[in-house]
């Protein structure tokens, strides 16, 4: 059975910090690209930053130079390090893990996690 479970959301004030975690269990971590997408409230989920299994990161516009996305393999878990945080990041926070093996896509999701902004 696999599991993304997120954590680390919150209330938070604009130009604060937060660190989200993703921690994974039923799938072989280190094989799968992970990335973190968010949802604000009447908006399309978008991508947030990505990590490949190589180690590569891809990120958002809105948010380059402000968060920075990580993961340890040791700990089957991705980490997103969000700084000078603004009103417009709240939303929800989702972790996807992503792999290929053949022709056959895996997709997986966590539940989310809500980052608020309290200013």
């Known amino acids: 059975q696999v599991q993304l479970v997120e954590s680390g959301g919150g209330l938070v004030q604009a130009g604060g910090s937060l660190r989200l975690s993703c921690a994974a269990s039923?799938?072989?971590?280190?094989?799968?690209?992970m990335t973190w997408y968010r949802q604000a409230p009447g908006k399309q989920r978008e991508l947030v930053a990505r990590?490949?299994?190589?180690?590569?990161?891809t990120y958002a516009d809105s948010v380059k130079g402000r968060f920075t996305i990580s993961r340890d393999n040791a700990r089957n878990t991705v980490y997103l390090q969000m700084n000078s945080l603004k009103p417009e990041d709240t939303a929800v926070y989702y972790c996807?893990?992503?792999?290929?093996?053949?022709?056959?896509?895996?997709?997986?999701w966590g539940q989310g996690t809500q980052v608020t902004d309290s200013s």
């Open positions: 990590i490949t299994t190589g180690g590569t990161t």
């Open positions: 039923g799938i072989v971590f280190s094989d799968n690209a």
């Open positions: 996807n893990a992503y792999s290929r093996f053949g022709i056959r896509d895996y997709n997986y």
